[in-house]
């Protein structure tokens, strides 16, 4: 430095002392300093003092000497203390010079510099939250300061700014915000510990209400919270639970919106290998849960985020507990959200849109401008898929379905979906259907086949939510169509008709067919049909979905759709089965269940006396389709009481190729006989006059056996059937009185026209017949073990 040079007022002594290398002799330069700056204070000279300062930041503090940067340093300390009260005027002059030798590469230095700005700012106190960014920038750098000289100093300043914010209530917030977000996603630990200790000072101010920007510096605590240290995530743990429980408090000045899709970001885990990922989500998802539950339907139009962060954690095991259980309850809150009002018609706004809108584009397709990046948002989660509101513009709240469907077919389609993850998603699917069916029926195309599939799924409780979901789709009043049904002036009934594109080929129900609908077939719609086909189609090509799930299937479907609505529709798309094996095959698993199900009382109860045409028309449909299994038709007349048409039957066995497969149907069959189902039959062999067919027909089925152990029950079973003589009664009018019932019980049977039945039975066999000789034709070695 240029000693010559002038440096008035300041005396030479003074300059000479604030360059030396020596802290005592510059302490002394200090004092003189001060000494000065007073003198020109009672003056009210305030050029002089400008001046003073002016040259000591330019010459001394901002010198490329580093003592005379020191000097400098404690120059400016001095001539803030000189001033008192009054350095307020002068401290955009007084700080500066000080914050640019925070960034001096010499430690001691930067240590001075601390020790000069905290005499400035304990002077000055409030005085200095003009300029509280500036200071808060510098601190915020010296926090991660490799020099533990230095960060001590820092700590000393820190906590002195602290005190005058706390005592203060001119803190400008506004204006300290966008610096506070931009400092919030450091790396550095310590500058963390720094910002996560600054906002818990400032939450706890009353007069300060951090709340209400909060979700500019939500996302920043979320990765604070992931943090290697303990100390800070436990800070920052504090801070989101007291931000919580002022949440809690006044709901009503939160914004939930804003905040929304950070948590959705932080409630799905991009690196499931860290243990700090893990709270970070635990803390999202118990937001998440109370963000429901106070906000409302506010949070509807977030739904589809919300879902795709919380089903995958329905599937999690017990290591995460806490958050398996935080988004059972955030599913279970956001599904109550869904009313029957979320289904009403949209705006007149959507209503007048453009037709080249409306016709160009369908609405279940999601604008990939409507999807955000979380990379802009959030470090580390780039991966990761969340949603903005498909109405951020509109004032009212509106479910966004389309992203809601969109979401829960993808987890229903991924195979590696989580089991409890799939429930929940069939779960939505009904409640959607429940509340908004009109909407959900735009959908329902897509989400068809994937329903399907599902069948196939390992769960019986995923198949049985699966089940539930179509059987609303095929019984659901807004499932109507054009195409689905027509009524019949004629007997007031709903004729089924095949929907368009069901099946290639498939013809209406019409004619003849259009008597035999049950009075139960009303309260489908045109998917129930298409239900049944593609249901049955799947049958044939995944037959062990079939051995092995088949007959729990169509039992809950009897449940929830009406057992005579499964069996005549399924009876009626048999009948048109091209595939002989597969048609035999079903409708043997069809008979085993109606006659054994406990589902299906009811039914059997309605076919064991064919007293009405509706029971008739019944009896019929299914006993055209049951021919493709002989054994399985005679079970069915059994069960009828149409004992003289299945001696006639069992007549018509000698003209059939009986197989191995064919006799262990039959030994099924006589088991049966001897179950609770046909216990009204073993009594009628009591009455041996009015029931002769009975015990033909048992004879019949007798002769078509080999001496195995079903023929040894059935045979034991006949020769307990008595002498007629014996059983009659004394009383003879009580006798006639059977004789009549009997009779009566027959006339009704006329509605029936048997003859037409055994021919339809001959066509089927023959059909049968040839397929087996066509299949021997071409392959003459391979056994001939065809079910019937």
């Not at 300290?176 to 630990?189: A, K």
């Not at 089903?311 to 995460?320: F, G, I």
């Not at 379905?401 to 429930?423: E, K």
């Not at 069901?502 to 209406?508: I, R």
């Amino acid at each position: 430095m240029n000693t010559e040079k002038d440096f008035s007022p300041l005396t030479p002594n003074i300059v000479r002392a604030l360059n030396d290398k020596l802290y005592e002799k510059r302490k002394v330069a200090a004092l003189e300093i001060e000494k000065l700056v007073r003198e020109f204070v009672a003056q009210n000279n305030s050029t002089q003092i400008r001046h003073v300062i002016q040259i000591l930041a330019s010459e001394f503090a901002l010198s490329q000497h580093p003592h005379s940067r020191k000097g400098g340093l404690i120059g400016l300390a001095a001539c803030s203390i000189a001033l008192g009260k009054d350095s307020g005027l002068y401290l955009k002059e007084l700080i500066e010079p000080v914050l640019t030798c925070f960034n001096d590469s010499d430690s001691r230095l930067r240590y001075y510099a601390c020790e000069a700005l905290y005499n400035i700012v304990k002077v000055a106190r409030g005085a200095v939250l003009p300029h509280f960014n500036l200071l808060f920038d510098g601190l915020s750098k010296l926090a991660a300061d490799p020099d533990p000289n230095v960060k001590s100093g820092s700590e000393l300043l820190d906590r002195l700014l602290k005190d005058i914010v706390t005592e203060s209530n001119k803190f400008d917030l506004v204006a300290f915000v966008p610096l506070l977000r931009e400092r919030i996603y450091s790396n550095n630990q310590y500058a963390r510990q720094f910002i996560i200790s600054w906002i818990h000072v400032l939450e706890s101010v009353p007069n300060i209400n951090l709340l209400d920007y909060l979700p500019e510096i939500l996302d920043g605590l979320f990765q604070i919270l992931g943090d290697n240290s303990k100390e800070i995530r436990r800070t920052c743990e504090v801070v989101l639970g007291e931000f919580l429980k002022e949440i809690k408090k006044t709901p009503s000045d939160v914004k939930f919106a804003e905040m929304a899709n950070i948590l959705v970001i932080h409630c799905q885990v991009a690196d499931e290998t860290k243990l700090t990922n893990d709270l970070i989500q635990l803390t999202a998802m118990t937001w998440m849960r109370e963000f429901i539950q106070l906000a409302g339907r506010a949070v509807l139009p977030y739904s589809s985020g919300i879902l795709t962060a919380v089903l995958p954690c329905l599937s999690y095991d017990d290591r995460k507990k806490n958050t398996k259980e935080a988004a059972s309850a955030c599913n279970h809150s956001l599904m109550k959200l869904v009313t029957p009002e979320d289904d009403e018609e949209e705006e007149k706004s959507e209503s007048t849109e453009s037709p080249t809108k409306k016709d160009g584009q369908p609405k279940t397709e999601v604008d990939s401008n409507d999807m955000l990046n979380a990379s802009q948002e959030s470090v580390g989660f780039s991966n990761i898929s969340f949603f903005t509101p498909a109405s951020a513009d509109r004032p009212q709240v509106t479910l966004d379905l389309d992203g809601i469907v969109q979401v829960l077919g993808r987890h229903l389609h991924d195979s590696y979906t989580g089991m409890m993850t799939r429930i929940a998603v069939l779960k939505w699917l009904y409640h959607l259907y429940i509340k908004t069916p009109r909407k959900m029926f735009r959908h329902t195309d897509s989400l068809f086949p994937m329903l399907l599939k599902t069948l196939s799924d390992e769960s019986d409780e995923v198949i049985l939510k699966d089940l539930e979901v179509l059987a609303e789709i095929a019984s659901s009043p807004a499932g109507q169509s054009d195409q689905g049904g027509s009524r019949d002036s004629a007997d007031n009934k709903l004729v089924l008709k095949v929907p368009e594109g069901a099946k290639p080929g498939q013809q209406p129900i019409t004619g003849s067919k259009a008597a035999d609908s049950s009075p139960s077939t009303p309260s489908m719609n045109s998917y129930f049909y298409k239900f049944m086909i593609n249901l049955l189609k799947r049958f044939s090509l995944e037959r062990k979905l079939l051995e092995n799930r088949g007959d729990f299937i169509i039992r809950q479907l009897c449940l929830l759709l009406h057992a005579e609505n499964i069996f005549h529709s399924m009876a009626d798309i048999l009948l048109k089965e091209e595939d002989l094996k597969f048609a035999s095959t079903m409708v043997q698993t069809l008979n085993t269940i109606l006659l054994t199900s406990a589902e299906l009382f009811q039914l059997r109860n309605q076919l064991k006396d064919l007293h009405t045409q509706e029971s008739c028309a019944l009896f019929c449909c299914l006993y055209r389709s049951w021919c493709h299994n002989p054994v399985a038709t005679v079970s069915l007349c059994f069960l009828t009481q149409n004992y003289k048409h299945a001696y006639d039957l069992i007549q018509k066995f000698g003209d059939l190729e009986v197989t191995v497969d064919f006799l262990m149907e039959v030994d099924k069959l006589v088991q049966l006989i001897e179950s609770p189902i046909f216990t009204y039959l073993r009594l009628q062999l009591l009455d041996v006059e009015n029931n002769p067919y009975l015990i033909k027909a048992l004879y019949g089925l007798l002769m078509l056996l080999p001496q195995s152990q079903a023929f040894q029950l059935l045979s034991h079973r006949l020769r307990c059937v008595p002498n007629p003589e014996l059983m009659r009664t004394v009383d003879e009018s009580k006798y006639m009185d059977s004789k009549q019932q009997v009779a009566s019980k027959r006339a009704s049977h006329t509605q029936v026209d048997y003859n037409e039945l055994l021919q339809h039975f001959d066509r089927v066999q023959s059909k049968h017949l040839e397929v087996r000789h066509q299949r021997s034709g071409r392959a003459s070695d391979h056994p001939d073990r065809k079910l019937m």
